[in-house]
């Protein structure tokens, strides 16, 4: 079973490579941002504690975060089909956090694989995503356009954007990502498990050049194969 972590900044495409892997490889996706997201859209008490915390692009505690992935990483068919975290670990507390968790379930990290791409690119493609409000596709209204204006190409819903792509917020994640996620990159490369790619190009070229760092064997996402 392998644990594959997606490091890098917002906007850097995380969300998107973790799909086409999961696709490709059966890997389950366990995505902090989208479970976080998903409990406030239901209104639960969770997503009312870090609703305000996240619309201001500010991390969530890391005791929430850390039981979040805990919970996911205990259920048997997670376990089977391994993982690609995405978005966590976000700081260095939540990597010791997730060592014990490791150490304690038998598990052990395989890779972290960080996604590089320019700052300018980062806040252009952040504040150009649009998200279906039905199927959660994502757009980008400058390099991936949908066909119709705010209009999901995949099931017809209207586009949003999420609250914390807006400029200043972006711009606030960016700087938080700064602080207190990039030092993980030291921490892992110490370990010898970093593996980069370069995410400014096309998803087709980050989902290949992916496969290969992560030593997949290159699988496309629309063959939805469980592995090769
Ligand atoms: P993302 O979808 O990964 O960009 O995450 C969106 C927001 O969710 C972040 O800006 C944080 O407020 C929160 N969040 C997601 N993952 C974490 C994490 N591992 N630690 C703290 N906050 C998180």
Do not use: W
């Amino acid at each position: 079973m392998a644990i594959v972590v997606l490091l890098g900044p917002p906007g850097a495409g995380k969300g998107t490579l973790a799909e086409s892997l999961c696709a490709a490889f059966g890997f389950a996706h366990i995505s902090t941002g989208d479970i976080l997201r998903e409990e406030i859209r239901q209104g639960t008490e969770l997503g009312r504690r870090v609703s305000a915390c996240m619309e201001s692009g500010a991390l969530v505690p890391d005791d929430v975060v850390t039981a979040i992935v805990a919970g996911r990483l205990g259920q048997d068919t997670v376990r089977q089909a391994g993982s690609l975290l995405d978005g966590f670990p976000r700081t260095v507390r939540q990597a010791e956090l997730f060592d014990r968790m490791l150490a304690s379930g038998g598990m052990a990290l395989d890779r972290v694989l960080l996604l590089e791409a320019d700052r300018d690119l980062l806040v252009r493609r952040l504040t150009a995503r649009r998200v279906c409000s039905q199927c959660r596709t994502v757009f980008n209204v400058i390099f991936q356009p949908p066909g119709r204006d705010g209009v999901c190409d995949r099931c017809g819903a209207e586009l949003r954007q999420r609250p914390d792509d807006m400029e200043a917020t972006a711009l606030e994640r960016l700087a938080v990502y700064e602080e207190q996620t990039a030092p993980l990159v030291a921490f892992y490369a110490r370990r010898g498990v970093v593996v980069r790619v370069d995410a400014g190009r096309a998803r087709e070229v980050v989902h290949r050049d992916a496969c290969v760092a992560l030593g997949l064997g290159v699988l496309s996402a629309e063959r939805d194969g469980k592995g090769s």
